[in-house]
């Protein structure tokens, strides 16, 4: 028998059966259609949000509410990539396809198509979306409130699926099993693959393993009827396959139509995002140049106030930066100024001191502003403790996203610092009293809390310059330092 005789025979065989229960065929679609378009609008959605945290330097999310609910900490983890493209893309091209099927579905009312495809596709979706809800309690320990959305939206349609297969003449236990066996598959994955890990809770595996093989029991008594009903399922599955390919030319275009959308999207989506070089790859001699040149060839070290300088041992002209991690425009400023230190390094020197635009440690903000400039400042201090506070510094600044304790520790790490001393010092003493005394040194010069602000010359600069304004400026202030007392402006 044939592809085609053998979809036209179990669609012939599976209407009288919706027929006699008197169901709506379309409802189920209508329901599967509209929760794809909601799951691709909201994908669409966290796929810019991705972006720009991976793009934007500075750039916090709306839904970086905390240390453990935080977008910005997922999409900055390894995990949030696939193939070089975010997860959240894979999901907009897996609602898509949901969505083509279920219009597809609902213009061709004479069968029971396409059941049979839907339920397998939407079981996998629910069996990786418990994979990377594991990976965000377990390994990344902070939640994303979008892809939870996602997640969300598929067990939905998961629901949907299961009452819709009835359409199909299929019990809805054979649906529910097959949701139920891919979640019991992804705990299994994530147990192979992850809690070998000391660090990762075996908790999480065992509490969602032990619930799906409940309801995988609950569902299929008695056995004898239970599990054998995935095999009606799988003959669905053959026959909607088979029924693309009733005509072969339309069959053959589809694939040939999905592919070059999947290999577009593969191509196209790593070149949207710019390349961020990691310290502890192939990309150290490129990480050292990250902000004008590093620190190679040049000195630097740090005052007897304990602030870090870069620049010439012996300054004619010293330049001190008042600056916030988090600020976009205090490193395009840090940016100009540190090239311009390296061009005049005998004689130029750049201090920093942080002013962190933060209510949790600065007292001067009355409102929150910043979310994580606090942990950033406490991040380089804790870095220098480890001697790399200017590559920190670097860092910090080109920092997209993954500005939380956790994700600074795990940069923290990427640096080949002792991670473990890195998440102590944040929570030290010590480290927030260093913090203190540079914002005691800010309310002391009175300065508004304002990013950047430079004292150079004993004179105040605000705001955002180009590198020719600091050339004439340090210049200038060089001249007047070398002038007799009494000839100078």
């Not at 579905?105 to 994979?131: F, H, I």
């Not at 500005?403 to 940069?411: R, V």
């Not at 640096?415 to 010590?430: K, Y």
Request: with cysteine; charged share 20%.
């Amino acid at each position: 028998m044939s592809a085609e005789d053998a979809a036209a025979k179990l669609d012939n065989d599976r209407a009288p059966e919706a027929e006699a229960r008197g169901e709506q065929p379309a409802r189920w679609l209508v329901a599967c259609l509209l929760a794809s378009l909601v799951g691709m609008g909201a994908a669409a959605d966290l796929s810019v949000l991705h972006w720009q945290v991976h793009n934007v330097p500075g750039h916090v999310s709306f839904c970086a509410i905390n240390d453990t609910v935080n977008c910005d900490t997922v999409a900055m983890s390894k995990y949030s990539m696939l193939l070089g493209m975010p997860i959240s893309t894979w999901a907009v091209l897996f609602f898509g396809l949901l969505t083509a099927l279920s219009i597809w579905g609902l213009a061709d009312r004479r069968s029971a198509w396409p059941w049979g495809l839907l339920a397998p596709l939407n079981a996998v979706a629910v069996g990786l979306s418990a994979m990377l809800f594991l990976i965000s309690e377990a390994v990344i320990h902070a939640y994303c409130i979008m892809c939870i959305t996602l997640y969300t939206i598929n067990a939905v349609t998961a629901v949907f699926c299961v009452l819709g297969q009835r359409r199909a003449g299929l019990p809805a236990r054979a649906g529910a099993s097959l949701v139920l066996l891919a979640l019991l598959a992804a705990t299994g994955l994530f147990a192979a693959f992850f809690t070998s890990c000391t660090a990762v809770s075996p908790w999480p595996v065992l509490v969602l393993g032990a619930a799906g093989l409940a309801g995988l029991a609950a569902v299929n008594l008695p056995p004898s009827t239970g599990l054998g009903s995935l095999g009606r399922l799988g003959r669905a599955l053959g026959a909607d396959l088979g029924r693309i390919f009733r005509r072969p030319a339309l069959g053959a275009g589809l694939i040939v139509l999905a592919a070059c959308v999947l290999v577009a999207a593969l191509i196209v989506s790593p070149l949207l995002y710019e390349k961020e070089p990691r310290v502890g790859s192939t990309c150290d001699e490129s990480a050292a140049q990250l902000i004008a040149g590093g620190i190679e060839a040049i000195g630097h070290g740090q005052t007897p106030e304990g602030w870090h300088w870069i620049g010439a041992e012996h300054p004619e002209v010293v330049a001190v930066e008042y600056s916030d991690y988090e600020c976009p425009y205090c490193r395009k400023a840090h940016e100009i100024v540190r090239r311009v230190v390296r061009e005049n390094k005998d004689w130029l020197r750049l201090i920093h001191v942080q002013m962190p635009l933060d209510q949790a440690c600065n007292p001067a903000l009355k409102r929150p502003f910043h979310r994580h400039a606090c942990d950033c400042a406490l991040g380089a201090i804790c870095a220098a403790e480890q001697g790399a506070f200017w590559p920190m510094n670097d860092r910090l600044f080109l920092r997209r996203g993954g500005l939380g304790p956790d994700g600074l520790a795990e940069l923290a790490a990427e640096m080949g610092l002792d991670e473990a001393a890195f998440r102590d010092c944040m929570q030290s003493d010590a480290a927030r009293a260093r913090l203190q005394a540079d914002l005691a040194e800010c309310a002391r010069l009175k300065l508004r809390p304002a990013t950047p602000t430079f004292r150079v010359g004993g004179r105040m600069v605000r705001g955002l310059k180009d590198a020719a304004w600091w050339r004439r400026a340090v210049q200038y202030f060089r001249e007047q330092r070398r002038r007799p007392r009494g000839e100078r402006g």
